[in-house]
């Protein structure tokens, strides 16, 4: 007698089989992305604030798009650089002050010498870039925590621009500029000014955007950004490898003070006029956005593109407490529990991605 064995028919069909295997692996490498829980954050603020009784009609007008937008930008511009320089494995906690220290640079060099707006503006620049070089040099020569040498950068930078200012300025920190100095109908166009109608969008969005496309390009397409993941994943192991450690630390000191940089310039160019003090917390704002959109604190791991997503959170939680109608106390608590939520998301989906690669 012949025994006819038949095999495969008490299964799925093959094809099902590779089909679901195929989707389960697109999922894992989803959630293997830093910034998959910034994304997820940003629909459930916005949801919460789209159905908020009170909140939701304002919320989705165009009114209440650009209402948060125009606190997003804020944070968004410098959190991106600030990002790829915690991946780096360090923190820049001057960052804040500089946006007001560089916009009161562009203000007294028109009002003291009479510069040309856009020499101002450069000259802003110029004592960024020696801001950011000295701080890179300082964390590379002495080996202190970056935390330590920005902190005091911070102070350093705080004290000058209010003693400064008082003594140019007649004890007073604020500084607006006098008369109508060549190059500001320009100047304003590019930064200060806006894009649309009722209401218009301030073209400071769209250098936020094109911040956010140059980080990402730069982390995920170019070696430069290879070094930056590297730098901060094992600085002792990337040496070994030809990796310019210290190179590349020192670039992205200088990429947070230009990025403070343009956000003062922003500031100065929209009402041709500087506050001392003005940026002085923020550099908070800025770690928090990259630690909720998915930058680990100790460096080696996060995304451009999430700490841009972080930055809206932050602009959607401030604005929205308002729309609300709540204390507007109550954003605070929002910042805290984004960062309580956005570290632990992170260290799951870091271990995630460390255990997928082993």
């Known amino acids: 007698m012949t025994v006819e064995t038949r095999t495969g028919g008490a299964g799925p069909p093959e094809g099902r089989v590779e089909e679901r295997v195929v989707g389960a692996r697109a999922v894992t490498r989803l959630l293997r ?53 915690m991946i780096g494995g360090e923190f820049d906690l001057s960052a804040g002050v500089m946006t007001g220290a560089t916009a009161i640079t562009s203000a007294l060099l028109a009002n003291e010498l009479h510069w040309n707006i856009w020499a101002c503006i450069a000259g802003a620049l110029v004592f960024a870039v020696l801001v950011g070089l000295i701080n890179g040099f300082l964390v590379i020569k002495t080996r202190l925590n970056s935390f330590i040498v920005t902190l005091a950068t911070f102070f350093i930078l705080r004290g000058a621009s209010v003693g400064m200012v008082e003594a140019l300025n007649a004890n007073s920190t604020v500084v607006t500029v006098l008369g109508h100095p060549g190059g500001v109908d320009t100047a304003r166009a590019i930064f200060g000014g806006s894009f649309g109608s009722n209401p218009s969008y301030p073209i400071a969005v769209l250098w936020w955007i094109g911040v956010t496309i140059l980080g990402t390009w730069l982390l995920t397409r170019t070696t430069f950004g290879n070094w930056i993941f590297a730098t901060g994943g094992d600085a002792s192991a990337a040496r070994s490898v030809g990796v310019p450690v210290d190179r590349t630390k020192v670039l992205l000191f200088v990429g947070t ?3 403070a940089w343009l956000v003062g310039t922003i500031q100065f160019t929209q009402g041709l006029s500087a506050v001392a003090e003005q940026g002085v917390g923020y550099e908070l704002y800025y770690i928090v956005a990259a630690v909720v959109g998915g930058c680990l604190l100790t460096g080696g ?58």
């Open 33 to 85: 992305r830093p910034e998959v829980g910034a994304t997820i954050g940003a629909v459930v603020i916005f949801l919460l604030f789209a159905l908020n009784p009170t909140a939701h009609a304002l919320w989705l007008s165009q009114a209440g798009l650009v209402g948060w937008l125009s606190q997003s930008w804020q944070f968004g511009i410098v959190a991106v650089p600030v990002g790829l320089l």
């Open 257 to 259: 003070a230009v990025s």
């Open 301 to 358: 791991f996060g995304s451009a593109v999430g700490a841009s997503i972080g930055a809206a959170m932050i602009g959607m939680s401030l604005q929205g407490v308002i729309y609300a109608g709540w204390p507007s106390q109550w954003g605070f608590t929002f910042l805290g529990a984004l960062l309580l939520l956005g570290v632990m998301v992170n260290v799951l989906v870091y271990r995630r991605a460390q255990s997928a690669r082993s």
